[in-house]
């Protein structure tokens, strides 16, 4: 994850359920704990660079939408 990214806001409501790719044990932490940013979902046990990178990438998906 880069720093930049460290303070993103995760959106209230936001559904782990819906990232794809990431493990039924972690999705089911993430909802239990509802971080509130990417840093604090790093220090969930279990998370991986990977998963990381998958949840960036859904929580930025509709801004990137709106750009195009």
């Known amino acids: 994850m880069y720093k930049k ?3 993103l806001k995760i959106p209230d409501g936001f559904d782990f359920q819906e990232v794809n790719g990431l ?7 993430l909802t239990k704990v509802n971080p509130g940013t990417l ?10 660079p ?10 930025k998906k509709p801004q990137l939408r709106k750009r195009a």
Do not use: C, N
């Open 5 to 7: 990214d460290e303070g």
């Open 23 to 29: 493990s039924a044990e972690l999705k089911q932490k």
């Open 39 to 48: 840093a604090q979902a790093s220090r969930i046990d279990g998370m991986t």
């Open 50 to 59: 990977a998963g990381l990178t998958l949840l960036l990438a859904y929580i």
